[in-house]
């Protein structure tokens, strides 16, 4: 039996839910297993940030379900999604529940797992490059820097209508961090002010990654003080992930990176 036998899940078990990471957007960055899922599902239930590219993946006649929450505006709240994948797999189906990145992280899981599991429903889970990597390969730098960043710290600025970013900045102002702010942009403002006033140097570099991956890709690079200009000229809509740390300082590789970028958007 060869190694590859024994870690290949196989066709999904009807009747089964398999959470799976759809990475940050480009097909490429898919796991073997991912694909292989998707190819293998009788309805996939997808998240906003599930690009066309990986939703070609799927086999014909497969049932394509819209879940995605985007910048507050919600298809379906977290409750419905619930039920909806509980229905599928109670009525014998494959089903895939495809999440941006990673599923464990600010994902969900937890609750939809919770449900299924509560209802006798087996559910697994595979794995998906999240965007905080995908953004740092696309910049050509390191989340992590042997001497200055020692800890790595990923934190969400998404929160509910009219509540205050609530965070710990002291804990996360220190100057050994690297800071990764999912779905940042809005709160770009805020978090650079707090930043500063729990004590992160203003000079502190900062990486702007917008849309990572897909081919409208753009990688901002900058000072903390000068957060909140840089993100003016991105929209609403683009999915934009926020990077903090002397680890991100400009590099030999980032200026190659960006060079070859400037040289393929003018040819």
């Known amino acids: 039996m060869r190694h590859h036998d024994l870690i290949a899940p196989g066709p999904i078990a009807p009747g089964t839910v398999w959470l799976v ?12 297993r991912a694909e292989r899922l998707i190819a293998a599902a009788d309805i996939l239930f997808f998240d906003a940030l599930v690009g ?35 229905a599928a797999a109670r009525a014998g189906k494959r089903v895939v529940r495809l999440k941006g990145g990673d599923p464990s992280i600010f994902g969900r899981s937890t609750e939809e797992i919770g449900h299924l599991a509560a ?7 595979c794995p998906g490059i999240t965007a905080a990597s995908a953004a740092a ?10 001497g200055l960043a020692r800890r790595l710290t990923f934190v969400t600025a998404h929160t509910r209508a009219g509540e205050p970013l609530d965070l710990d900045w ?12 999912y ?13 500063v ?8 570099p900062v990486m702007i990654a917008v849309n990572v991956s897909l081919p409208e890709e753009r990688v901002i690079r900058g000072r903390l003080a000068a957060l909140p200009f840089l993100v003016q000229t991105i929209s609403d809509d683009d999915p934009t992930l926020l990077l903090i740390g002397e680890a991100l ?15 393929s958007a003018d040819a």
């Open 52 to 86: 066309p590219g990986v939703l070609a993946l799927a086999a014909p006649g497969t049932e394509l379900v819209s879940v995605g929450k985007r910048s507050g505006r919600h298809s379906k709240p977290q409750e419905g999604i619930n039920d909806l994948l509980l």
């Open 137 to 146: 390969a696309s910049g050509a730098a390191s989340l992590t820097l042997r």
């Open 119 to 125: 209802h006798g429903i087996a559910v697994h889970v």
């Open 21 to 32: 990471g759809a990475g940050p957007g480009d097909p490429d960055l898919l796991t073997r």
């Open 197 to 204: 006033r729990a004590g992160r140097d203003p000079d502190t």
């Open 170 to 181: 002291t804990a996360l102002a220190g100057a050994d961090t690297t800071l990764a702010v």
């Open 183 to 195: 779905m940042g942009r809005a709160a770009a403002p805020e978090v650079a002010r707090e930043l």
């Open 249 to 263: 300082a400009a590099s030999p590789q980032g200026a190659l990176a960006e060079a070859r970028a400037m040289a």
